[in-house]
């Protein structure tokens, strides 16, 4: 059987051998005791890179996210702002509402994720109380753009003058970085807390990471003991996400080139419409005009590329640890022969 180039999401990759070897030598204990070293080292690494005070491990960046909303928001009728666009509104269950009671109100993205800063000022209010706004980075839905560190700033600038404190959503803030050539830290210096993904981009099999004041993720811990997110022997993941963090960092820029090699290829094929120029990280978005979309992830499935969409016409295609620039190579006559083939929708 032909291999698969799986392209549906950076989420799919495997642990490496170094990395299973990484989690089989993780020392462990009972975390939910404090007795797990490997997670104590990760939470304090993590919050170290990030220049956070302290870090709390959590199973999944929604959770993370979760969590962040139900600490911040503490007052019943408490609210949040998100961005129209942000993972938080659109691929989350909406659970800080449901779970939580709490309102999330929508600020506009623009077509980069961005948020005007007046707009984030109007829309606090005293009551009911807005205590928080949700920043994401890279942003997802906006074809994995990165928003610059005064972009961070501006936006974080003007909630913190309305009162509000600041949570970012950074599932790939080291791709953000990576794009940017700069820190992590630099991108989320003005934000209170931060929520990152071990699961994307860096490769690691499960988990990410919430970072914030140290009285903060004291709390946090408490509630998400409350949604069932605390953890045994849970130096077994951390150990993978220590690994990535180690050795999976440096290797972004190569997803980068290979989504922007990607990009390039498909803005010229036909039935295409995208901006290649738009492509800043690893997450590849173009609409199809006059063919069915469905039908072209089929065809394209049985040529061994497989790719998610947001919407019939719009595809989504993502690179990551496990896919090779000639991986790309391979792909891109394939979906230019598929693209050929469609009839017309
Ligand atoms: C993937 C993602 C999350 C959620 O992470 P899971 O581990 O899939 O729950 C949150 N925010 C953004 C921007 C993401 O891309």
């Not at 291999?3 to 490496?16: A, G, K, N």
């Not at 509630?223 to 997110?229: A, E, H, N, T």
């Not at 469905?294 to 896919?323: Q, Y």
Request: proline share 6%.
């Amino acid at each position: 059987m032909p291999r698969v180039i799986d392209l549906r999401s950076d989420t799919v990759t495997r642990p490496t051998p170094g990395m299973r070897e990484a989690m089989a030598r993780a020392e462990v204990g009972d975390d939910l005791m404090g007795d797990d070293p490997t997670t104590r080292v990760l939470e304090e690494a993590s919050a170290a890179r990030i220049g956070k005070e302290a870090g709390l491990f959590v199973p999944s960046g929604t959770m993370g996210n979760l969590v962040a909303l139900l600490t911040h928001c503490v007052e019943r009728g408490d609210e949040a702002i998100a961005g129209s666009e942000s993972h938080i509104c659109n691929h989350e269950g909406m659970g800080s509402s449901a779970l939580g009671g709490i309102p999330v109100r929508v600020a506009q993205n623009d077509v980069r994720g961005y948020m005007e800063p007046a707009e984030l000022k109007a829309l606090a209010r005293p009551w009911p109380r807005t205590v928080l706004a949700c920043i994401e980075n890279t942003h997802n839905r906006c074809g994995g753009a990165a928003l610059t560190a005064t972009e961070m700033r501006d936006m974080t600038r003007a909630a913190h003058d309305a009162g509000l404190r600041v949570h970012v959503d950074g599932a790939r803030i080291f791709n953000a970085a990576a794009a940017l050539e700069t820190e992590p830290a630099t991108l989320v210096a003005d934000a209170d807390t931060v929520q990152f993904c071990f699961s994307k981009g860096l490769g690691a099999p499960i988990g990410s990471i919430l970072l914030g004041p140290r009285v903060f993720i004291d709390r946090a811990r408490l509630i998400r003991r409350m949604v069932g997110g605390s953890m045994r022997q849970s130096g077994v993941v951390a150990a993978a996400a220590l690994y990535a963090l180690d050795h999976h960092v440096e290797r972004l820029p190569d997803d980068h080139a290979s989504a922007r090699r990607l990009a390039a290829a498909v803005a010229e094929m036909p039935h295409v419409r995208m901006d290649p120029a738009g492509t800043d990280t690893n997450i590849v978005f173009f609409d199809l005009i006059g063919v069915d979309g469905p039908e072209f992830r089929k065809r394209l499935a049985a040529e061994g590329v497989l790719c998610s969409g947001t919407s019939p016409s719009r595809i989504r295609m993502v690179t990551h640890l496990d896919v090779s620039a000639a991986d790309i190579e391979d792909a891109i006559p394939l979906i230019a022969r598929v693209l050929d083939g469609l009839p017309p929708a």
